[in-house]
């Protein structure tokens, strides 16, 4: 008896309509030929040939994207070490604060993590650089990752690995064969988010990073404080136009490997018949 | 021994990159500030042994908080990043929920498309997200033109750089986190509850009163924490959207870094907005625990 009513059509039009609005707005103000962002003067791409002009636009993308891509990595590595120590470590001493230590992240307001990894590097004598923005991205991404990835270990039956580790695999065979072809995509997943964690951070980096390692937010943040601006727009619709190609090529990705998947499991069935 | 080094490696990692800053925060938040490298007295002196440590300890005070409970600045930021995160978290229940039900009542087919139209601003960069409303709501802006053109108003709307901006961007850009577990919870209504309320005289309006509201209260619950925990402390919005007099504890705390180079008082605001948040969070655990041990 569920019923899509004329009520709930509007509820939604109105709310995608808010939620995509701005961007769309934003993306159309991108191709507008006129220095002042609020006056349409006909079509232009010259923001976006100015923005590639701009020699410390590129350096802060290019900084931002390495940071990403290390911190992202090691954060995956440590977050399903992680994710296997929640899991399927069992008890051990001080296994509380550890969990602790792993969700307190999440929830922490920036600014605090920020000031106290700072507070940290400066206190045992560390310059600021993309090293020290890589060490903060990783700490709090790797929750991140943790918690995607220990849905996971959770839902999978255990039973898959203790066969294995029966049939005489070490327990690194066992992880390596069994577990993690398993939880490979959530893997993947912890990455990604990792991943645009680390493009999108602020705050952190802006306590964290020296004056050699602007990263891309803290470029952009310090352009639009003073007001809006063409070429941020510009900067902005490339950016929205990776994620959206992104996430729609990663749905369709999991969605296909899911209906072959089901096909697989229902050929087995009918062989096992 | 790989037992070990599997939970060592994690555990060390999050030790000193994250309780060991803590506790440095702490400890600063206790020292004084002073002109030197870096900014504060005492720093720990080991080199002059016990004597060093004992004259370390007798250097640190609670001075940094009873100043912040004389200067109103810092007790009228707390009071109003709470009214604004509260505020905000009310505005982003009433967009969220009539979305999050229609979501629940649309067509099966449709409903990965939703879903991912929910999630996919959520990869999109928070900061940008922010900077959209900027040009939509100052005063020549996009905004404001529409609504002379219509001739609704005939001057401009005061929006950009004040509070009810500040409002817009974090219901904007909170809105998914208060989607998602009120959706979730909805989902799994089982709609013969309200067959049954109908077929006993209930008209539609007193079922979904009676019976859809309570039972997505968890999720009510869990996407209003998910708002107000990140709103309270929020450094971006307030510093973008909000004006000069948009009292935020994130953006004090950030300037009171940077401007002020006033490391022990910025470590004593830090400590206080942590002791303030821990309260929604343990609220929000419970919560979280509870739905789990409904679940089974």
């Given at each position: 008896m569920r019923r899509f009513s004329?009520?709930?059509?509007?509820?939604?039009?109105?709310?995608?309509?808010?939620?995509?609005?701005?961007?769309?707005?934003?993306?159309?103000?991108?191709?507008?030929?006129?220095?002042?962002?609020?006056?349409?003067?006909g079509f232009s791409t010259k923001w976006y040939g100015e923005l590639f002009q701009n020699q410390a636009f590129l350096d802060a993308a290019w900084v931002t994207v390495k940071v990403a891509v290390l911190s992202s990595t090691i954060a995956s590595v440590l977050g399903t070490m992680a994710a296997y120590v929640l899991v399927r470590g069992g008890r051990f001493r001080g296994r509380t604060l550890f969990s602790g230590m792993i969700y307190a992240p999440l929830v922490m307001p920036e600014v605090i993590t920020g000031l106290s990894l700072l507070l940290l590097f400066i206190g045992i004598g560390l310059d600021r650089g993309v090293l020290t923005i890589v060490l903060a991205h990783t700490t709090f991404s790797m929750c991140y990752v943790s918690v995607v990835v220990s849905s996971r270990l959770v839902s999978f039956d255990r039973s898959l690995e203790e066969a294995a580790l029966d049939l005489g695999c070490s327990p690194f065979e066992a992880f390596r064969l069994v577990t993690l072809p398993i939880i490979a995509p959530a893997v993947i997943s912890g990455w990604l988010l990792a991943f645009t964690l680390s493009l999108d951070d602020l705050v952190i980096a802006s306590f964290t990073a020296g004056p050699s390692s602007t990263t891309l937010p803290i470029k952009i943040f310090s352009a639009v404080r003073l007001g809006v601006s063409p070429e941020i727009n510009a900067l902005s619709t490339i950016m929205i136009s990776i994620v959206t190609v992104g996430v729609i090529s990663a749905s369709l990705l999991s969605k296909r490997a899911l209906v072959r998947q089901k096909r697989e499991e229902r050929a087995a069935e009918q062989t096992a018949d | 021994m790989r037992r070990f080094t599997l939970i060592a490696v994690p555990y060390v990692w999050l030790l000193v990159l994250f309780l060991v800053?803590?506790?440095?925060?702490?400890?600063?938040?206790?020292?004084?500030?002073?002109?030197?490298?870096?900014?504060?007295?005492?720093?720990?002196?080991?080199?002059?042994?016990?004597e060093g440590i004992r004259n370390f300890f007798a250097g640190l005070d609670f001075e940094n908080f009873k100043f912040l409970t004389t200067d109103d600045l810092y007790w009228k930021a707390y009071l109003s990043s709470l009214q604004i995160a509260a505020i905000s978290t009310v505005l982003s229940l009433l967009v969220g929920y009539p979305i999050a039900y229609g979501m629940a009542q649309a067509?099966?087919?449709?409903?990965?498309?939703?879903?991912?139209?929910?999630?996919?601003?959520?990869?999109?960069?928070?900061?940008?997200?922010?900077?959209?409303?900027?040009?939509?709501?100052?005063?020549?802006?996009?905004?404001?033109?529409?609504?002379?053109?219509?001739?609704?108003?005939?001057?401009?709307?005061?929006?950009?750089?004040?509070?009810?901006?500040?409002?817009?961007?974090?219901?904007?850009?909170?809105?998914?986190?208060?989607?998602?577990?009120?959706?979730?919870?909805?989902?799994?209504?089982?709609?013969?509850?309200?067959?049954?309320?109908?077929?006993?005289?209930?008209?539609?309006?007193?079922?979904?009163?009676?019976?859809?509201?309570?039972?997505?209260?968890?999720?009510?619950?869990?996407?209003?924490?998910?708002?107000?925990?990140?709103?309270?402390?929020?450094?971006?919005?307030?510093?973008?959207?909000?004006g000069s007099q948009t009292l935020m504890i994130g953006k004090v705390l950030f300037e009171e870094f940077f401007s002020n180079r006033d490391w022990p008082v910025a470590s004593a605001v830090a400590v206080i907005l942590l002791l303030i948040l821990i309260i929604p969070i343990v609220l929000f655990q419970r919560n979280e625990q509870k739905q789990r041990e409904a679940e089974g």
């Open positions: 004329w009520f709930n059509a509007t509820s939604l039009t109105i709310g995608f309509l808010f939620l995509y609005l701005p961007m769309v707005i934003l993306i159309i103000y991108s191709f507008n030929e006129s220095k002042l962002v609020t006056v349409w003067a | 800053p803590f506790i440095i925060v702490f400890k600063i938040s206790l020292s004084d500030t002073a002109l030197a490298i870096p900014p504060y007295t005492p720093t720990l002196d080991f080199s002059s042994g016990w067509p099966d087919e449709w409903r990965p498309t939703l879903m991912m139209l929910i999630i996919l601003p959520f990869w999109t960069s928070f900061l940008i997200r922010v900077y959209s409303w900027m040009g939509i709501l100052s005063n020549e802006g996009f905004l404001n033109q529409f609504l002379l053109w219509t001739g609704i108003i005939s001057e401009p709307l005061l929006i950009l750089n004040t509070n009810t901006a500040v409002y817009i961007g974090i219901v904007y850009t909170y809105l998914p986190f208060m989607i998602l577990p009120i959706y979730a919870a909805l989902e799994k209504l089982d709609i013969s509850l309200l067959e049954a309320a109908e077929d006993l005289g209930c008209s539609r309006l007193t079922a979904f009163w009676l019976i859809t509201i309570p039972l997505s209260k968890q999720g009510i619950i869990a996407g209003c924490f998910l708002v107000f925990i990140p709103a309270l402390g929020e450094f971006v919005i307030p510093s973008l959207l909000g």
